[in-house]
């Protein structure tokens, strides 16, 4: 090959080939699904609550798409229904991950919709889950002697609670619990409009 | 839509491939097949050349080169080689050295990553060593740290060489660098510090991402204007996968970063089209550029079938830029998309099967230079590593295989084996070679060199066994539903601690190297004579 111009060309060509059928005919395929009836828009807490998922970098462990029961057992895991692109209308950026060392989190909300459990687990998943690998987040929370007013004291197992002192949650803590117990994409599939897949 | 869609793919590739096949065989794009020869002077085929080697290894390798040595290369061409040489030798050593540091710095938040698979309450209570964090930041300062300058140190090096002139335009590349590194240092401390944009392989914040975008277009720069006083007729095909990456990775980069564009699903499709194309149109590239010129080079024989480089150029920039949906089988994107990504990641086979074979054939008859050759050594492992690697990714691709190892450690295994026994293992065999050059001095300890070598080889090798089984083992547990999650959890354990051993070996590898680096920059350790191999004394560099 004798010619810059036809290794430029040519280069720009299949990238642009490329990236035409990942990422320009997606786009237009998919700008104008509306989402789910079920589905509701993160509230505030729960949206600062993701912040702080991406922020600890849970999506790294954790994929946020149930497979087909005819792919995987994901359903039979309490996992869920297949996910449809509606279920993500409200998520930027996505959190579809590529790693279960931990199980799936799209319907998390909706088998452990304890608020005490996910503080609890949070602050250390061993005492909740015994043989987890899961990091504990005890940075996210305050021990001291005595809870200010207003401040959730988190309930954990007595081997795991520090001596004499509480294990309070910051906000922040509050926050990640919450968007996660609002991960509950329970609602029927078949109402999103874009329901063939 | 899906189906036309797929149909027009597959119209699409076999036109394309019928074209290049048609355009080879006619040699639209090269008339003569000289095309391999252009990396070396005048009757300088059958002159092993290794500067890494000892002076020992040196003279062995002579031994072995069945062309016996009584060449004579014209000495005109070697003066305008070290000429070229010379232009590039301080922007080369700002590359390397920072690739030194960045390799250090990856090296040990990825061990770190690993041990707190297996320990998770280990170094528990520092938010920003979470595994979330630390894990982040190994594969940032690995991607975009150590592999591209690596890569782009030894592009810039061989530029001039290959054109046959000097470096036009190197404080381009050298502005490109500071930024670059700039850019990367926010980058990290962001993710440290819990700002990330949320997606894998695009974690930096999209406003230090404009650092990047903007220092690789002007390292590209410096290319051009090189390009443009070139005295060669025939760009040899180093060229083309160097030039090719330099124009790609900035536009992937950009179309991966624009916020507030991308949205859910679509997103998640960009998201792969991206990852994996940074590998395949990023690291690959820069990688094979460095096989097709050092590797020929040292063994002093041109590349075996050059039509077959060509092929494997195109072939490779076709179907690469299409496969990255294979990480998102079984997701809601759109089927055909994922059966595109399928389709073109079997076609990968093509590019590499002609990789391979060329390398085989060039190769063939001289394995006893591996014996001697350090260089050749690390080159001719990453060859093959590219080989096992692509077609294993190949076949992961398909559903069968993917629904057993999609969400396990078997893909990280998988990713280690391309990422650092191809690309990574080419680039130090190419650093080795090109250090000497640069520093006008011999590597003080070889022995090192062979140190760096086995610890390299036999981590990677425990590191992928271990994943590869691991995985393996975790997927097949999470698909069998009267096993509970747990199980699939608990039976990795030993296979994640194997996995620590092997980081732990390939860490070591790179203080060996990193110490040796320092230690030849610094001119400790033994002196020895100029080699024979460098043509101009030492005493004309100040």
Not at chain 2, 14 to 29: C, D, E, H, P, Q
Not at chain 2, 307 to 319: E, K, N, P
Not at chain 2, 330 to 335: D, E, K, L, T
Not at chain 2, 410 to 420: C, D, M, N, R, S
């Amino acid at each position: 090959m004798k010619s810059e111009k036809v290794l430029i060309a040519g280069a720009l060509v299949m990238i642009g080939i490329a990236g035409g059928l990942l990422v320009v005919i997606p786009f237009i395929q998919l700008k104008d699904i509306k989402p789910p009836k079920g589905l509701k828009p993160y509230t505030s807490s729960q949206q600062r609550g993701r912040e702080e998922y991406i922020k600890q970098g849970c999506v790294y462990c954790h994929s946020q798409q149930p497979r087909d029961r005819r792919q995987a057992p994901d359903a039979e895991r309490g996992w869920g229904r297949p996910s449809v692109a509606g279920d993500y209308y409200y998520d930027r950026p996505h959190l579809l991950g590529t790693m279960r060392t931990g199980p799936d989190l799209l319907n998390i909300g909706a088998r452990q919709p304890s608020l005490d459990w996910h503080l609890g687990h949070l602050y250390q998943p061993r005492a909740y889950v015994p043989g987890s690998i899961m990091p504990p987040y005890g940075f996210l929370f305050d021990v001291k002697e005595k809870a200010d007013p207003g401040e959730r004291v988190i309930s954990l197992p007595p081997d795991f609670a520090p001596k004499g002192m509480v294990v309070v949650a910051q906000p922040r803590a509050l926050d990640l619990a919450n968007y996660l117990i609002a991960l509950d994409r329970t609602y029927p599939a078949i109402d999103a409009p874009e329901a063939k897949r | 839509m899906a189906t036309i869609i797929l149909l027009s793919a597959f119209i699409i590739s076999i036109v394309a491939l019928v074209f290049f096949i048609v355009a080879m065989i006619r040699g639209w794009f090269d008339p003569d097949s000289k095309g391999a020869e252009v990396i070396f002077a005048a009757n300088e085929i059958g002159n092993p050349e290794d500067p890494a080697a000892s002076p020992e290894a040196r003279k062995a390798l002579e031994r072995t080169s069945p062309e016996g040595d009584d060449h004579a290369p014209d000495p005109r061409e070697l003066e305008s080689r070290a000429a070229a040489d010379r232009s590039t030798d301080t922007i080369t050593f700002v590359f390397l050295s920072c690739a030194i540091v960045w390799l250090l710095a990856a090296s040990f938040a990825g061990l770190t990553a690993s041990i707190k698979m297996h320990e998770p309450d280990w170094l528990g209570a520092y938010e920003w060593l979470t595994f979330g964090r630390i894990r982040t930041l190994h594969l940032n300062a690995l991607a975009y740290g150590f592999l591209p300058m690596a890569g782009l140190g030894l592009a810039i090096w061989m530029l001039p060489r290959l054109l046959k002139t000097t470096l036009v335009g190197g404080q381009f590349a050298l502005l490109g660098a500071i930024l670059w590194n700039a850019g990367l240092i926010a980058g990290l401390g962001a993710i440290a510090a819990g700002f990330s944009d949320g997606m894998e392989w695009l974690e930096m914040p999209w406003q230090v991402d404009i650092l990047l975008v903007v220092g690789g277009a002007i390292v590209a720069v410096t290319l051009v204007l090189t390009l443009r006083r070139r005295n060669v007729d025939h760009l040899y095909v180093s060229v083309w996968y160097m030039g090719a990456a330099l124009f790609w990775f900035p536009i992937l980069f950009l179309v991966g970063n624009i916020p507030g564009v991308h949205f859910g699903v679509q997103q998640a499709a960009m998201n792969w089209w991206y990852g994996h194309n940074a590998l395949g149109l990023f690291f690959t590239p820069l990688a094979l550029a460095t096989i097709y010129y050092f590797l020929p080079k040292v063994m002093g024989t041109p590349v075996k079938s050059y039509a077959l480089s060509l092929l494997g150029f195109w072939t490779l920039a076709f179907f690469y830029g299409q496969v990255g949906a294979h990480h998102l089988i079984g997701s809601p994107v759109p089927g055909w998309l994922i059966t595109l990504s399928i389709v073109q990641s079997m076609m990968m086979v093509i590019p590499v099967f002609a990789f391979s074979v060329n390398q085989y054939y060039t190769m063939q008859g001289k394995l006893r230079m591996l014996l001697h050759s350090p260089t050749l050594r690390f080159l001719a492992f990453a060859g093959l590593m590219y080989a096992a690697s692509s077609v294993q990714g190949s076949f992961e691709a398909l559903r069968a295989i993917n629904t057993v190892t999609h969400f396990t450690h078997y893909t990280v295994g998988h990713a280690h084996l391309g990422l650092y026994g191809f690309v990574a293992m080419a680039l130090f065999g190419g650093m080795y070679f090109v250090m000497p050059r640069v520093m006008q001095r011999e590597w003080p300890y070889p022995k090192l060199i062979l140190v760096h070598f086995w610890l390299s080889v036999a981590g990677i090798g425990i590191y992928f066994i271990a994943l590869t089984f691991g995985g393996w083992f975790q997927g097949m547990a999470m698909l069998d539903a009267t096993r509970p999650f747990m199980e699939s959890v608990t039976l990795t354990l030993p296979y994640l601690k194997g996995r620590s051993i092997g980081g732990a070996l390939m860490t070591l590898a790179h203080v060996v190297f990193a110490a040796h680096f320092v230690a030849m920059v610094l001119r400790l350790g033994p002196a020895r004579d100029a080699p024979a191999l460098f043509y101009v004394p030492k005493g004309d560099r100040a």
